[in-house]
């Protein structure tokens, strides 16, 4: 099994962005506690980063592969920002059809009502939020299951 993790805008400064809300974990400690759980688990991820939407959907439709031959079986995905606003990460997921859940350290429904809206989730498998970085885990401790189970 193949899992690709996506991380969107600003990201990358974890552990110095705003820490009182999104904690001190970095986002290369997120993505190494994430790899050692799928080793453990017995699946391949590979984790990407990048601030711009394109790029993002640019990785998507590298996920979804071939017809009929997904490069990647699933997707976990913090869009950050663009969770908000993009259309197009929106409509990638849902060309690509590949299972996915989308991920927030933070409990976006206690933040500012523009965060409440997200273009993801009524197409997610499931959300998980609040938690930190453990969201991620139990993000990927749920897409495992799920895949395993409609295997
Ligand atoms: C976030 C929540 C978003 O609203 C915000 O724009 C982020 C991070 C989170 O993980 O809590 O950048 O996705």
Same mark, same amino acid.
């Given at each position: 099994?193949?899992?690709?993790?996506?991380?969107?805008?600003?990201?990358?400064?974890?552990?110095?962005?705003?820490?009182?809300? %999104?904690?001190?974990?970095?986002? &290369?400690?997120? /993505? @190494?506690? !994430?790899?050692?759980?799928?080793?453990?688990?017995? =699946?391949? *991820?590979?984790?990407?980063?990048?601030?711009?939407?394109?790029?993002?959907?640019?990785?998507?439709?590298?996920?979804?592969?071939?017809?009929?031959?997904?490069?990647?079986?699933?997707?976990?995905?913090?869009?950050?920002? %663009?969770?908000?606003?993009?259309? &197009?990460?929106? /409509? @990638?997921? !849902?060309?690509?059809?590949?299972?996915?859940?989308? =991920?927030? *350290?933070?409990?976006?429904?206690?933040?500012?009502?523009?965060?409440?809206?997200?273009?993801?989730?009524?197409?997610?498998?499931?959300?998980?939020?609040?938690?930190?970085?453990?969201?991620?885990?139990?993000?990927?401790?749920?897409?495992?299951?799920?895949?395993?189970?409609?295997?």
């Amino acid at each position: 099994m193949r899992l690709l993790v996506l991380h969107g805008p600003n990201l990358n400064l974890l552990g110095q962005r705003e820490p009182g809300l %999104y904690g001190s974990n970095t986002l &290369a400690a997120i /993505d @190494a506690a !994430l790899e050692q759980q799928a080793a453990a688990l017995g =699946v391949e *991820l590979t984790c990407f980063q990048n601030n711009h939407e394109g790029a993002l959907v640019d990785r998507i439709q590298e996920a979804g592969g071939q017809a009929g031959s997904p490069a990647s079986d699933g997707i976990l995905i913090n869009a950050a920002a %663009y969770t908000h606003t993009s259309v &197009a990460i929106r /409509d @990638a997921l !849902l060309a690509v059809a590949l299972p996915f859940v989308e =991920v927030h *350290l933070s409990n976006t429904h206690a933040r500012e009502p523009f965060r409440h809206r997200s273009l993801l989730a009524d197409r997610a498998l499931g959300v998980v939020c609040g938690f930190g970085a453990t969201s991620y885990r139990l993000a990927l401790e749920g897409l495992v299951a799920h895949l395993r189970a409609s295997a």
